[in-house]
């Protein structure tokens, strides 16, 4: 089915350790984004891009990094995980970041840093 | 203060009552704005985009009121199904900020 595949699903890291987490869509979207949900908070922007090869940051970008080489892929790097960075995260994309065609999400990753 | 507050709820309502969630944002240069709904552990997705003049889908209708910065969703005859998390979206190039949501329940 189209849209946005995250992997993993579920993921448990030790402090200190890094990680990639993967979103890939097949869709020709040219914006990608990647968002983090913590109880009480909301979905906040961690890093997006509007193509490959442009990345900016967003709201919390501190701890993270991403590239996107191609449309398809905009996958999410942890340096070394902190237990703060214990989260949901989704990746979504969109033709536009304007979000005026609606963005498709991701059906999340959940980490748990101890 | 938050971009984007909404009331966390719990809105309890018996079906085919009618509800109404209210979001306030702060950035006056605010540019688009969306009514997202996500059930319990899944992704949210778009319920609809919110206009000036008002728009309206079926049992749905988004009021967005600029001058006070504020949008409202209306929701009419509630159904069973309608349960979920409702988050209200800002974007502001290229920036969508997400409320923490308005978590409905509508009871038989």
């Known amino acids: 089915n189209a849209g946005v595949t995250q992997t993993p699903k579920f993921q448990v890291l030790k402090t200190g350790q890094s990680m990639t987490l993967q979103c890939a869509q097949d869709?020709?979207?040219?914006?990608m984004s990647w968002y983090r949900q913590d109880p009480g908070m909301g979905l906040r922007l961690i890093h997006y891009?509007?193509?490959?090869?442009?990345?900016d940051q967003g709201e919390v970008p501190n701890g993270y990094n991403v590239s996107r080489s191609t449309t398809e892929d905009f996958p999410l790097r942890l340096l070394s995980a902190a237990p703060s960075q214990t989260s949901v995260y989704f990746c979504?994309?969109?033709?536009?970041?304007?979000?005026?065609?609606?963005?498709?999400f991701g059906s999340g990753t959940r980490l748990t840093v101890v | 203060r938050k971009e984007v507050e909404q009331d966390p709820g719990p809105f309890n309502v018996p079906e085919g009552a009618t509800v109404a969630f209210n979001c306030t944002y702060s950035?006056?240069?605010?540019?688009?704005f969306f009514w997202y709904r996500q059930d319990c552990r899944k992704e949210p997705k778009l319920l609809m985009s919110?206009?000036?003049s008002g728009n309206e889908d079926g049992r749905f209708t988004a009021q967005l009121n600029r001058a006070s910065q504020y949008i409202s969703l209306l929701i009419r005859d509630s159904k069973l199904s309608d349960s979920a998390t409702y988050l209200c979206?800002?974007?502001?190039?290229?920036?969508?900020?997400f409320g923490a949501g308005t978590r409905l329940t509508v009871k038989p």
């Open positions: 979504a994309s969109s033709y536009s970041g304007t979000g005026v065609y609606g963005y498709t």
């Open positions: 869709m020709n979207h040219e914006y």
């Open positions: 891009s509007v193509g490959a090869g442009i990345t």
């Open positions: 950035n006056s240069a605010s540019q688009s």
């Open positions: 919110v206009y000036s």
């Open positions: 979206v800002v974007n502001y190039n290229n920036d969508m900020r």
